[in-house]
């Protein structure tokens, strides 16, 4: 069975930094991206990172230059380096990996920004 679970949520002041772990659990071929999004109350779900499995990345605009998505393959785990923090970067963020058939996701970590 496939569980995706994220860590390292929590509390921050604004322009500080987090870093999001996802661990991946179970077998899950052919994965074409890992992924995090993330979701403020009362707003659609959004991209914030993804990464292929050829390397390449893609970022959401707000984010750009702040975040930094990385994986470590030996420990099947993606990550999500978050710095100067603000208070709209408020949200559950979530862990995504999509292969061929289907769109795994975790359960979310809060991540909240103090201004």
């Known amino acids: 069975q496939v569980q995706l679970v994220e860590s390292g949520g929590g509390l921050v002041q604004a322009g500080g930094s987090l870093r999001l772990s996802c661990v991946v659990s179970?077998?899950?071929?052919?994965?074409?991206?890992m992924g995090w999004y993330r979701q403020a109350p009362g707003k659609q779900r959004e991209l914030v990172a993804r990464?292929?499995?050829?390397?390449?990345?893609d970022y959401g605009d707000s984010v750009k230059g702040r975040f930094t998505i990385s994986t470590d393959n030996a420990k099947n785990t993606v990550y999500l380096q978050m710095s100067s923090l603000k208070p709209e970067d408020t949200a559950v963020y979530y862990c995504?990996?999509?292969?061929?058939?289907?769109?795994?996701w975790g359960r979310g970590t809060q991540v909240t920004v103090s201004s």
């Open positions: 995504n990996v999509l292969n061929q058939w289907t769109n795994y």
């Open positions: 179970g077998s899950i071929f052919r994965v074409n991206a």
């Open positions: 990464i292929t499995s050829g390397g390449s990345t």
